[in-house]
T-cell receptor
Framework: GAGVSQSPSNKVTEKGKDVELRCDPI?????LYWYRQSLGQGLEFLIY????????KSGLPSDRFSAERTGGSVSTLTIQRTQQEDSAVYLC?????????????FGSGTQLSVL | GNSVTQMEGPVTLSEEAFLTINCTYT??????LFWYVQYPGEGLQLLLK?????DKGSNKGFEATYRKETTSFHLEKGSVQVSDSAVYFC?????????????FGRGTQLTVWP
């Protein structure tokens, strides 16, 4: 696609429910990143994919968070048993190759609200 | 480790005022430095970058100079416009890493009044 696409753009859920957030990177981009933007905080790194594998998942805050990427393309971030502190904007970014931090393209994010 | 500290907002200015948003960093290697901008309702966009000491990044009237001696990368604009109202993020990329991960500051909300 023309840009990084994320869906849904907004998600409201109840505490304890599971949610799935989707990212469609730019076609052909091998590197994919998930970041989280909480109110008053900077962007926190969550996980990095190179192809379908995740060499760096050090930013995932707990075992309730998981992510996968299939076909070297679409990625899904899953949050199980959501908590109110999970409320944030979840951003996805991609680049053609890894290590190209100056050539990252970001999606518009998914605003997650946990009630 | 790598980290970025940026000036807390919000910053409110009148049109044509001078803007400075301070950013300092801590890095283990020789980082690249970035300013990203997030306009209301839009995704994060790269505003400017600098990849080595004394480089000056510039775009849309904004400038920032990579100062190794003060570990700073302050964002400046001589005359802001209403359309500059956005959230600005300073970020660091570790050039020694093949991962491409960025380390971000907390963001500074800028509002420009006509």
């Amino acid at each position: 696609g023309a840009g990084v696409s994320q869906s849904p753009s907004n998600k409201v859920t109840e505490k304890g429910k599971d949610v799935e957030l989707r990212c469609d990177p730019i076609s052909g981009h091998t590197a994919l990143y998930w970041y989280r933007q909480s109110l008053g905080q900077g962007l926190e790194f969550l996980i990095y994919f190179q192809g379908n594998s995740a060499p760096d998942k050090s930013g995932l805050p707990s075992d309730r968070f998981s992510a996968e990427r299939t076909g070297g393309s679409v990625s899904t971030l899953t949050i199980q048993r959501t908590q109110q502190e999970d409320s944030a904007v979840y951003l996805c970014a991609s680049s053609l190759n890894p290590g190209q931090s100056e050539k990252l393209f970001f999606g518009s994010g998914t605003q997650l609200s946990v009630l | 480790g790598n980290s970025v500290t940026q000036m807390e907002g919000p910053v409110t200015l009148s049109e044509e005022a001078f803007l400075t948003i301070n950013c300092t960093y801590t890095a283990t290697g020789y980082p690249s430095l970035f300013w990203y901008v997030q306009y209301p309702g839009e995704g994060l966009q790269l505003l400017l970058k600098a990849t080595k000491a004394d480089d000056k990044g510039s775009n849309k009237g904004f400038e920032a100079t990579y100062r190794k001696e003060t570990t700073s990368f302050h964002l400046e604009k001589g005359s802001v416009q209403v359309s500059d109202s956005a959230v600005y993020f300073c970020a660091l990329g570790d050039r020694g890493s093949t991962l491409g991960r960025l380390y971000f500051g907390r963001g500074t909300q800028l509002t420009v009044w006509p």
